[in-house]
């Protein structure tokens, strides 16, 4: 059937229905891919698997009318799997579908009203069969997904943004049966000159039908942020939670129902001057909670926080910091307040120039104080350390060659003292490490060798309120090397390598009054490697590549698992085809695997 126009000057127009939709809907892009894979993992002496899959996927995009009016995209994809384990006489079987669809229209993308939809769908079903066992078992089991996402959206002149949105999930099985999820959505993010404001409230139901549970959520929250100045800045929160569960309870035969409540408000500044050497930085918030399930009494919990912070730089040597937090808080009738105080600094030295090399000395020290409803506890320490560091680089400075050596010390002193069970305590620390590192670029590859040592040493004493003293004295040993090398064998072909190994050593010593002396004492070696090798153009094809590549790992811990993989790899391209075929050996806790794995493609 045709519909006719008449249009001035005397014209007829016939336009078919047909010609009016083609004229409205855009050019379709498309692309995809078809695809095969298979699987087979076997074990000495153990069962064997093997997977068949097929799969493709289909992708489109176009606009209607303009592509300022509307756009959309969609796919279509499709797998198809059929696996299969044998063991000893036993055999499953498992043959897998999935449909999974996906639809998008964006609906004057460009404009200050953009509205979005989407649609996700899946569906499956898996069908698993065994013989060899008593009985035969068969089983079949079908899923369904929807998902349903709806955006609509305004901005304003200054950048704002209103927003809402609408979700809905569904998921369905066929001996699960169906969980639905709604959710009701919107956000305002609001700009004026030195403000911005941010909100967002949602509302969420969920139901599952064979548990009969369903739960709602409600989230309120609110942000403000305020910077009169640029060195200035306020930033304040509230929020609000609501969470309700009723379900159906087995043993009870009736419905229960929890509920939970919280609400907290907070505010933020934070002052750093580009300037001036002094940042303060100070907060309070005040939180509540309450909860209950059924008919047993919930816990309440009010609490008010307060903190403050400032850090002082005084030159490019030294500089200070302070800090306090202070929390009044209660738990279900019972009040637990805690203070801490807490007064820092660092000085550093400037990096000087000693017999060639370079060197830096530092002094760090903290004080800290902490009371709450059971203890008083006040602790300092002091930790002064310098360092060594010079790089070595040959004369002539033919390569990139060079050798680059660390070298630090420090000692620590802490002590503490208080009303809590261990009145006071002193340590003394003793920190050494050595680090060598050479590295150079030359003959087509990079080299890198490291070493790392570093012994720890602590000396502790503990003193409790009836004077009995318990000495604890600790050390450990780290001993780190890592070599690797990477070499390029012409233009196609390259080898890497490296190897790390650790060794870790920690001894404990305790002696308390009236016991004998305990040792704790042990030691933990650790080795990994790597060797690759990859080559572009294997027997004179273009696209053709071979990478050979080994890894081990091991660790001499009682109970670890060491583990060696070999995995040879043979990939090739041409034009929109692309297929490749690896085999992978696998020893790990004396058991053996081998992985043989195939994949064809073909994009369009």
């Given at each position: 059937m045709a519909l006719c126009v008449a249009a001035c000057c005397g014209l007829v127009v016939v336009v078919t229905p047909e010609l009016s939709l083609a004229a409205l809907i855009g050019p379709v892009e498309s692309s995809g891919y078809l695809a095969y894979y298979y699987r087979s993992l076997s074990e000495d002496g153990g069962p064997e698997n093997t997977s068949h899959q097929l799969g493709g996927t289909v992708n489109a995009s176009t606009f209607f009318g303009e592509p300022w009016l509307a756009t959309s995209h969609m796919s279509l994809s499709l797998t198809q799997d059929s696996s299969e384990t044998s063991n000893t006489g036993t055999q499953a079987s498992t043959d897998s579908q999935l449909i999974t669809g996906d639809f998008g229209l964006n609906v004057l993308p460009q404009s200050r009203t953009p509205f979005t939809l989407q649609l996700q769908v899946t569906d499956s079903r898996v069908d698993s069969e065994g013989t060899g066992f008593i009985p035969i078992t068969f089983l079949g089991q079908e899923y369904s997904t929807m998902y349903l996402g709806l955006r609509q959206s305004y901005l304003t002149d200054n950048g704002g943004r209103y927003l809402a949105n609408y979700d809905y999930r569904t998921w369905e099985s066929n001996r699960s049966g169906e969980y639905e999820d709604t959710t009701l959505g919107f956000e305002a993010d609001l700009r004026a000159p030195r403000h911005r404001l941010y909100g967002r409230a949602s509302l969420t139901n969920n139901e599952h039908s064979i548990a009969d549970r369903q739960n709602e959520t409600l989230l309120l929250d609110m942000s403000h942020f305020y910077y009169p100045v640029r060195h200035f800045r306020l930033d304040s929160k509230a929020s609000y939670y609501d969470y309700d569960r009723s379900f159906l309870d087995p043993n009870a035969s009736d419905t229960r129902l929890t509920n939970l409540n919280i609400a907290q408000?907070?505010?933020?500044?934070?002052?750093?001057?580009?300037?001036?050497?002094?940042?303060?930085?100070?907060?309070?918030?005040?939180?509540?909670?309450?909860?209950?399930?059924?008919?047993?009494?919930?816990?309440?919990?009010?609490?008010?926080?307060?903190?403050?912070?400032?850090?002082?730089?005084?030159?490019?040597?030294?500089?200070?910091?302070?800090?306090?937090?202070?929390?009044?808080?209660?738990?279900?009738?019972?009040?637990?307040?805690?203070?801490?105080?807490?007064?820092?600094?660092?000085?550093?030295?400037?990096?000087?120039?000693?017999?060639?090399?370079?060197?830096?000395?530092?002094?760090?020290?903290?004080v800290g104080h902490r009371v709450d409803v059971d203890s008083d506890v006040t602790d300092w320490s002091m930790t002064a350390g310098h360092g060594l560091t010079r790089t070595w680089w040959p004369a002539e400075r033919t390569s990139s060659t060079s050798l680059r050596m660390n070298l630090n010390q420090a000692l620590g002193y802490s002590a503490a003292s208080g009303d809590v069970a261990l009145d006071s305590g002193t340590g003394?620390?003793?920190?050494?490490?050595?680090?060598?590192?050479?590295?150079?670029?030359?003959?087509?590859?990079?080299?890198?060798?490291?070493?790392?040592?570093?012994?720890?040493?602590?000396?502790?004493?503990?003193?409790?309120?009836?004077?009995?003293?318990?000495?604890?004295?600790?050390?450990?040993?780290?001993?780190?090397?890592?070599?690797?090398?990477?070499?390029?064998?012409?233009?196609?072909?390259?080898?890497?390598?490296?190897?790390?190994?650790?060794?870790?050593?920690?001894?404990?010593?305790?002696?308390?009054?009236?016991?004998?002396?305990?040792?704790?004492?042990?030691?933990?070696?650790?080795?990994?490697?790597?060797?690759?090798?990859?080559?572009?153009?294997?027997?004179?094809?273009?696209?053709?590549?071979?990478?050979?590549?080994?890894?081990?790992?091991?660790?001499?811990?009682?109970?670890?698992?060491?583990r060696e993989d070999w995995e040879n790899r043979l990939a090739y391209m041409i034009g929109k085809l692309e297929t490749s075929v690896s085999y992978r050996l696998t020893e790990t806790d004396s058991r053996n695997y081998d992985l043989l794995y195939f994949r064809l493609m073909r994009r369009f």
């Open positions: 408000v907070s505010s933020n500044a934070f002052w750093r001057p580009t300037n001036y050497p002094l940042s303060v930085t100070a907060g309070v918030r005040v939180y509540a909670m309450d909860g209950s399930s059924g008919s047993v009494s919930g816990n309440e919990v009010q609490n008010v926080a307060m903190n403050a912070g400032l850090f002082y730089h005084a030159n490019q040597n030294l500089r200070f910091d302070a800090s306090f937090t202070s929390l009044w808080g209660e738990i279900s009738g019972v009040q637990d307040d805690v203070h801490t105080q807490h007064v820092g600094f660092l000085y550093q030295t400037d990096w000087m120039e000693v017999a060639e090399f370079m060197y830096q000395a530092y002094l760090d020290g903290d003394v620390s003793v920190d050494h490490s050595i680090t060598l590192a050479f590295s150079q670029r030359a003959w087509g590859g990079n080299s890198l060798a490291q070493i790392t040592a570093a012994d720890t040493r602590t000396y502790s004493e503990l003193e409790d309120s009836l004077g009995a003293t318990t000495e604890v004295d600790s050390e450990q040993q780290l001993v780190n090397l890592q070599l690797s090398r990477d070499q390029d064998l012409g233009r196609r072909s390259s080898i890497t390598g490296d190897i790390s190994l650790q060794y870790v050593r920690v001894r404990d010593e305790t002696a308390s009054p009236g016991s004998s002396v305990a040792i704790d004492e042990f030691d933990t070696t650790t080795s990994t490697g790597r060797l690759m090798f990859q080559h572009y153009q294997l027997l004179g094809l273009p696209r053709l590549q071979f990478v050979s590549d080994y890894r081990v790992s091991k660790i001499s811990t009682e109970g670890a698992i060491d």
